[in-house]
């Protein structure tokens, strides 16, 4: 019964901070739920989803999450090792270096958001400055306002802002690696290359399948950062699904039609964390 009564309270948060609001997004998207007062919620049955998949506007905005969240993983998760790699090294003032590496992470976005505004303003931001003498860009242009590069941007910003979290969790778990095991390869005359495939990476394959999964969680339903920089522009090219459902619910009013957005961006992080959790149990 004690046992049972210290776990009320987190019982009842889960319940009603994430139980409740699931279950109810799940009944949403089954209806015609919008903001107007005056129009009463009906039960539609599927009509939101087969509206959804038949938008060719949403394949590209799926379209876009997939790319936002690939290269923007694979960037923090190669430079988070490669950067755990350097502070696991015994070199003189590896402290302020850490230090140093971990100044993105508790950088505001709203912050990073302004700045990178204010740098590639097409009139007088330094980057898109140096970049119309140099002749890459038009005068009075920004990469912002190009749809291919405006993609690249707010992912380089993303790799920059969330690399030190895979850098820590690299780094701990490289401290971890039994150092025999690097002496013995030495003695037999590997080199460091054949020593990083051989024995860091094996090493590492559990914290990397774990790290993948939540960075790509994280980053398929990130939102802040894109809205900030963007607003989902230009012409739509760096909207993703996270922004989708908020200009659907909020900008539109139709609330059951974007909570079958989320319906969507949800099965596939569940669909995700059920692969790393199958996969993770057969390697056991």
Same mark, same amino acid.
């Not at 019964?1 to 210290?6: D, K, N, Q, R």
């Not at 809205?227 to 989902?232: E, I, Q």
């Given at each position: 019964?004690?046992?049972?009564?210290?776990a009320?309270?987190?019982?009842?948060?889960?319940l009603?901070?994430?139980?409740?609001?699931?279950?109810?997004?799940?009944?949403?998207?089954?209806?015609?739920?919008?903001?107007s007062?005056?129009?009463?919620?009906?039960?539609?049955?599927?009509?939101?989803?087969?509206?959804?998949?038949?938008?060719?506007?949403?394949k590209?905005?799926?379209?876009?999450?997939?790319?936002?969240?690939?290269?923007?993983?694979?960037?923090?998760?190669?430079?988070?090792?490669?950067?755990?790699?350097?502070?696991?090294?015994?070199?003189?003032?590896a402290?302020a270096?850490?230090?140093f590496?971990?100044?993105?992470?508790?950088?505001?976005?709203?912050?990073?958001?302004?700045?990178?505004?204010?740098i590639?303003?097409?009139?007088?931001?330094?980057i898109?400055y140096?970049?119309q003498?140099?002749g890459w !860009?038009d &005068?009075r242009?920004?990469?912002?306002?190009?749809? @291919?590069?405006? *993609?690249?941007?707010?992912? %380089?910003?993303? /790799?920059?802002?969330?690399?030190?979290f895979?850098?820590?969790i690299?780094?701990a778990?490289?401290?971890?690696?039994?150092?025999?095991l690097?002496?013995?390869?030495?003695v037999?005359g590997?080199?460091k290359?054949?020593?990083?495939?051989?024995?860091?990476?094996?090493?590492?394959?559990?914290?990397t399948?774990?790290?993948?999964?939540?960075?790509?969680?994280?980053?398929?339903t990130?939102?802040?950062?894109i809205?900030?920089?963007?607003?989902?522009g230009?012409?739509?090219?760096?909207?993703?699904?996270p922004?989708?459902?908020?200009?659907?619910?909020?900008?539109s009013?139709q !609330?059951? &039609?974007?909570?079958?957005?989320?319906?969507?961006? @949800?099965?596939? *992080?569940?669909?995700?964390? %059920?692969?790393? /959790?199958r996969?993770n149990?057969?390697?056991?």
């Open positions: 019964m004690i046992g049972i009564l210290f009320v309270p987190a019982l009842i948060f889960l009603t901070f994430v139980l409740y609001p699931v279950a109810y997004n799940i009944f949403l998207s089954f209806t015609n739920a919008s903001l007062a005056k129009k009463a919620v009906k039960f539609v049955g599927l009509k939101n989803f087969t509206v959804m998949f038949s938008n060719k506007l949403f590209q905005y799926f379209w876009n999450t997939c790319k936002w969240t690939f290269w923007s993983v694979l960037g923090q998760m190669l430079l988070g090792l490669g950067l755990a790699m350097l502070i696991s090294q015994p070199i003189k003032g402290t270096i850490r230090s590496l971990l100044i993105p992470y508790v950088v505001p976005a709203v912050t990073l958001a302004l700045v990178s505004k204010w590639l303003n097409s009139d007088y931001g330094i898109s140096w970049c003498q140099a !860009l &005068a242009q920004s990469f912002l306002a190009m749809k @291919g590069p405006a *993609m690249w941007v707010v992912v %380089i910003l993303n /790799i920059w802002r969330s690399y030190p895979p850098m820590l690299y780094w778990a490289l401290k971890n690696i039994d150092r025999e690097y002496e013995a390869a030495t037999d590997s080199s290359w054949q020593m990083f495939r051989y024995i860091t990476l094996p090493q590492l394959r559990g914290t399948a774990v790290l993948l999964i939540l960075r790509i969680v994280w980053t398929a990130y939102y802040d950062l809205y900030m920089v963007t607003g989902g230009p012409t739509g090219s760096t909207t993703t699904l922004i989708l459902i908020y200009q659907t619910s909020f900008g009013g !609330l059951g &039609a974007g909570a079958a957005i989320s319906m969507v961006l @949800g099965v596939l *992080m569940l669909g995700c964390i %059920i692969f790393y /959790i996969n149990m057969k390697e056991e």
